[in-house]
């Protein structure tokens, strides 16, 4: 199953095959593909003129969201008047519209799919869309076992700077023809009723993802929400000492990954140790993203630690352990990916040597027994980031109700 | 305002001087301070015996708790029966209860806090708390016109990995005498019913975050969900070729930051161009864990870029750029925690030098027309990756209804 976190699993050999991704004949029409000079600058869209596209005016009818997808800013009114909609019921699947074509041009990721079977799933959002796939990714997770080898296979389509109600009601008559649950996050109430009504209208089922949270909010606080979506240009961001704190740790991490720079332990908030493949570096990363200067260090067979280590406060290093079938099974599809055949002996994914590499690494947590040791084998990234932070939190807290504090 | 996102932004220079966080004087119990020795290994939990806490039955209620989150499994049914919860109303504020204080003690991060003032609002998960902290955070940015200066302060606390009846009821409780609103995700639905059924007895105002877009999915589907909480012992995960895809992509984005290695730009799904402090970095971090390879070439007055990124495919290369100002505003606090006085004048950080390099980027993207320029002022890291992917997928799947699609 396609998931969206990085998951150090107990997985079988095989399930690291590299399984080659069905690729589909183009459907699109063939004038499409011609090359469009995309620019994205603050300058006004040339696009219409450059792009050849048999149905222009369903191009017309996005280029103002084109334009907002390009990063540049509209004006427009913050609260919009009663706008009428047009909202005929779409058209049935059978007399499908050439531009609303969906995609079969993979390129090897996610957007490499084929869309024939499975369950559509349309999220639309006015800002980035990541609220919205965050939550359907994590509601996904509950149908783990209808998703798992795609026998029941959902596909998602995220919808992202939908500001204007035009391109709204063509993705909801668009997921009408498909079929498709949608679920949305839209900040303008009107874009939100919108929305709900068409859904209601066209017989889509829907969800707003963050109606409720931002009601409950607002009679929290007593204060109306803003209706304004992320990007509008009545909302700023000011650029605060968190930004320049979060770039620093991102830029640190970076610096301070696979043992490097062993000087600089001491300005770390948090120091992972483990032995190769016990996810290190993508963990920092995730830790990075969140706020925290991060160093990792490798422990190798052999190979002294720096000294360094030793002579941090033990209160922020965390041990890295896993299971070593499955860091042998990892290991070997490292070393296949790195180019080595399978019948190359290898001592990084030998048994023996992966055994004894976690063996040496026991002892030295032994001998630290400050340090946390964190059972790595078959949690996400994400996972292991929640309980390194818990922990950490918990230290520098020292409350007994363990929670990780905020204030904005 | 404390923002989860990273913006470059229309900063005002003032806004970038060292604020101190306030610290406050420890309020836990003295004995809580001494250090317990936290052991995350499979074996179980000698805690209880180690830690030295006047009130050890708060700590026994934890315990099952802590170990969650300490990343062992526990051993429990899948769907629970019914439980018996002590459901009294909680006691009021002023009988206040040692075990449940708020941590006071900061560390100069989110958790630094000061909680008198302000409102809050409690998150529980039973898994990371992710979900469930994006989508308040995403929700808070709807108020930004009331937080902004802390003008209506609002104090967030994530519970995770709370998988038990007893804990759960701890937390409403104590929401119930803070006034909290709380916000949850919690699988199990009995755990979600009883969470619903105690916050409306003891007039806690809740939201659940999951519930809805998961129900919406079983009907859509056809299938129920599975009830599991995250870290449950029956879900599993497999370790597909996704997760060496993302791992891969992150190692790969390190490894060709600033400009490192131009010979393998050929092996990056996307080159982001700029000149230094427009963002590329952490941009990069951010698509890399979303799975794209990203390389990032910086773009210096005087400095012949690589041959390599100009014979790469040219539909992969992204422009930044940014407005010169807040570029130079940018500058002088980097220059300034990098420990330059104010007074000293630097090529880096002065405005005709400035300037004369974004003319210079500028000469630059206007030779290569294909690649896209994306203006990033005043736009969070999130809000320029989901431009990069917008425009990367729609040239990749050349469909009029721009989508980011993803198989499960």
């Known amino acids: 199953m396609a998931s969206s976190t990085l998951s150090l699993s ?63 800013k509209l004006e427009r009114p913050v609260h919009r008047t009663t706008q009428t909609i047009e909202m005929k019921p779409p058209v049935s699947m059978d007399e499908g519209d050439a531009t609303l074509t969906l995609p079969v041009i993979g390129n090897g990721r996610e957007d490499d799919v084929e869309v024939a079977g499975g369950k559509s799933v349309y999220m639309v959002s006015d800002g980035t869309g990541w609220t919205v796939e965050h939550s359907v990714n994590a509601a996904l997770g509950q149908f783990e076992h209808c998703l798992v080898d795609r026998v029941c296979p959902v596909n998602t389509h995220l919808f ?8 709204l009601m063509e993705i909801i008559k668009q997921a009408a023809k498909e079929g498709a ?16 009504q068409a859904c209601k209208l066209w017989g889509v089922s829907s969800t707003d993802i963050l109606g409720p949270i931002t009601e409950a909010i607002a009679t929290h606080l007593g204060v109306s929400p803003s209706g304004l979506p992320r990007w509008a240009p009545e909302r700023t961001y000011s650029l605060d000492e968190e930004y320049f704190q979060r770039i620093e740790a991102i830029e640190f991490t ?12 001491h300005q770390a908030d948090i120091i992972l140790a483990g032995v190769s493949r016990t996810g290190k570096t993508p963990l920092s990363i995730y830790l990075a993203q969140k706020g925290y200067k991060v160093a990792n260090v490798p422990i190798v067979m052999g190979v002294k630690l720096p000294k360094t280590l030793f002579e941090v406060d033990p209160e922020k290093v965390f041990g890295l352990t896993i299971n070593h079938v499955v860091l042998q099974t990892i290991r070997r599809a490292r070393a296949k990916s790195l180019g080595f055949g399978e019948d190359v002996k290898s001592n990084y994914s030998e048994m023996d040597n992966v055994k004894e590499e976690l063996d040496f690494a026991g002892r030295v947590f032994a ?6 040791v964190i059972e790595v084998t078959g949690k996400a990234i994400e996972e292991t980031a929640a309980i390194v932070l818990r922990l950490y939190h918990d230290r520098k807290n020292r409350c007994s109700m363990p929670r990780i504090s905020k204030r904005y």
């Open 181 to 196: 649950l949608l679920a949305y996050t839209l900040a303008d109430p009107s874009m939100a009723e919108s929305a709900k």
């Open 367 to 372: 001998q630290n027994p400050v340090w946390p």
């Open 160 to 167: 992202s700077g939908i500001v204007d109600m035009e391109p």
């Open 254 to 265: 970076i610096k301070q990954d696979d043992g490097a720079l062993p000087k600089n332990l």
């Open 10 to 72: 107990d997985l079988v050999p095989t399930s690291t095959s590299s399984i080659p991704n069905p690729k589909t004949i183009p459907a699109t029409p063939s004038s499409v593909t011609t090359n469009p000079t995309l620019r994205s600058t603050s300058e006004p869209s040339t696009e219409p003129q450059t792009r050849k596209l048999k149905s222009s005016t369903q191009l017309t009818r996005w280029s103002r969201a084109r334009a907002i997808r390009s990063g540049r």
